[in-house]
């Protein structure tokens, strides 16, 4: 198993910028690709951004020039660097793993998910 432990959400204004961090331990020797996902309320969780071992980052068409994903392997954390941020953004963030690839349906290691708040 691994657990995902995710913080860093809060409220800010449009414009503003937050950091996500999430932490990994258990069996992390098992992931192949890392993820942050995002759902807001009455919506479909959606991907945001991924990055695989090798350190290729996958960002979402409508956060790429905004947001950027980053890991430190030897801490076993995984960030989301958010600028720029929009009232739109505002979600609940989800930090999970996959041990089969960068494909959506093989994340099934998730966390307990941290509030984004974006007032304009």
């Known amino acids: 198993q691994v657990q995902l432990v995710e913080s860093g959400g809060g409220s800010v204004q449009s414009g503003g910028s937050l950091r996500l961090s999430c932490v990994a331990s258990?069996?992390?020797?098992?992931?192949?690709?890392w993820g942050w996902f995002r759902q807001a309320p009455g919506k479909e969780r959606e991907a945001v951004a991924t990055?695989?071992?090798?350190?290729?980052?996958g960002l979402a068409y409508p956060v790429n020039d905004r947001f950027a994903i980053s890991r430190d392997n030897a801490k076993n954390t995984l960030y989301l660097q958010m600028n720029s941020l929009k009232p739109e953004d505002t979600a609940m963030y989800y930090c999970?793993?996959?041990?089969?690839?960068?494909?959506?349906?093989?994340?099934?290691?998730w966390g307990q998910g941290t509030q984004v708040t974006v007032s304009s």
């Open positions: 999970a793993a996959s041990s089969a690839g960068c494909v959506t349906r093989n994340f099934v290691f």
């Open positions: 258990g069996d992390t020797y098992r992931t192949s690709c």
């Open positions: 990055i695989n071992n090798a350190g290729r980052p």
